[in-house]
């Protein structure tokens, strides 16, 4: 399962729903400071200072290009 955590009007945030769609991934959206607050955002990526953040099956993997990257 495929986590992506991101913001409304992030080019990189739909690009990686697009990815998945298209290759008919499960993945679950959560929208920071709607479905989760910004500070369980950065407890769960501390290191992170954009989004989307990307957890694949349990593992922080990064953003979208690392998606791509994990993926392919």
Same mark, same amino acid.
């Given at each position: 399962?495929? *986590?992506? =955590?991101?913001? @409304? $009007?992030? %080019?990189?945030?739909? $690009?990686? @729903? !697009? +990815?998945?769609?298209?290759? %008919?991934?499960?993945? @679950?959206? =959560?929208?920071?400071? *709607?479905?989760?607050?910004? /500070? #369980? +955002? %950065? #407890?769960?990526?501390?290191?992170?200072?954009? !989004?989307?953040?990307?957890? !694949?099956?349990? @593992?922080?993997?990064?953003? =979208?290009?690392?998606? /791509?990257? =994990?993926?392919?």
């Amino acid at each position: 399962m495929i *986590e992506i =955590y991101g913001q @409304k $009007d992030c %080019k990189f945030c739909r $690009d990686a @729903k !697009v +990815f998945c769609r298209m290759r %008919k991934l499960p993945y @679950k959206y =959560y929208t920071v400071r *709607e479905d989760i607050t910004i /500070e #369980e +955002f %950065k #407890e769960l990526f501390p290191q992170a200072r954009t !989004v989307p953040q990307i957890v !694949v099956d349990g @593992k922080h993997i990064g953003g =979208y290009t690392e998606l /791509e990257h =994990y993926i392919l």
